[in-house]
């Protein structure tokens, strides 16, 4: 496909009642083809016996896949539903966080972090804002900068010419010049 891929065109179709029978020349996308139901992963050069089996196990199928990318989904729903609160250990000791109000996070001396809330309130926790980038959901957290890890909803716009966002708090920050174009490519998803 020219200027799409099909995981694209799936996610933009949100539902669908056909099986995915997935042909690339790429072997690392077999995973991801999983995590969307698809019946089939065939890799170019194509064998036309592969090809003749993925369309009789279409046909068998009876839309089975369908049903699991519908329980798939649905479990995605639970886990991101479950996934909000956080425990962090503070100066006071330790507070549970709703990272849905968290808005970013800046590294203080290498060893320590501000959190920033959408209330305004701020929090000073033990733990390396590297920690965080590997704890917090990456479809939904960002490092943009070598100091700076921000929650994606909480971006209400980017500046592409001066290389800065800003944050639903009024806050703007700058995007290191080498991760714009993955900040950008990451916002447009």
Excluded: W
Excluded at 30 to 58: F, G, H, N, R, S
Excluded at 75 to 97: C, F, Q, W
């Amino acid at each position: 496909m020219p200027s799409k891929n099909g995981f694209v065109l799936l996610d933009e179709l949100k539902e669908y009642n056909f099986e995915v029978v997935m042909v690339t020349g790429y072997e690392n996308y077999a995973i991801k083809a999983t995590k969307y139901a698809a019946l089939d992963y065939l890799l170019k050069p194509l064998d036309a016996e592969d090809l003749v089996q993925a369309v009789k196990k279409a046909e068998a199928s009876n839309g089975a896949s369908t049903d699991r990318l519908i329980h798939y989904r649905s479990l995605v729903s639970e886990a991101e539903d479950t996934y909000n609160s956080l425990m962090v250990s503070s100066k006071d000791g330790y507070r549970v966080i709703d990272i849905r109000d968290l808005v970013y996070l800046k590294s203080e001396s290498g060893s320590y972090c501000v959190m920033y809330f959408t209330d305004g309130s701020k929090e000073v926790v033990s733990k390396p804002l590297n920690y965080f980038e590997a704890l917090l959901p990456a479809d939904r957290f960002y490092r943009i900068y070598r100091s700076h890890l921000v929650n994606l909803k909480k971006v209400k716009s980017f500046n592409a010419k001066s290389s800065t966002v800003k944050l639903s708090v009024g806050i703007e920050l700058v995007v290191s010049i080498r991760k714009k174009a993955d900040f950008r490519k990451k916002m447009s998803n």
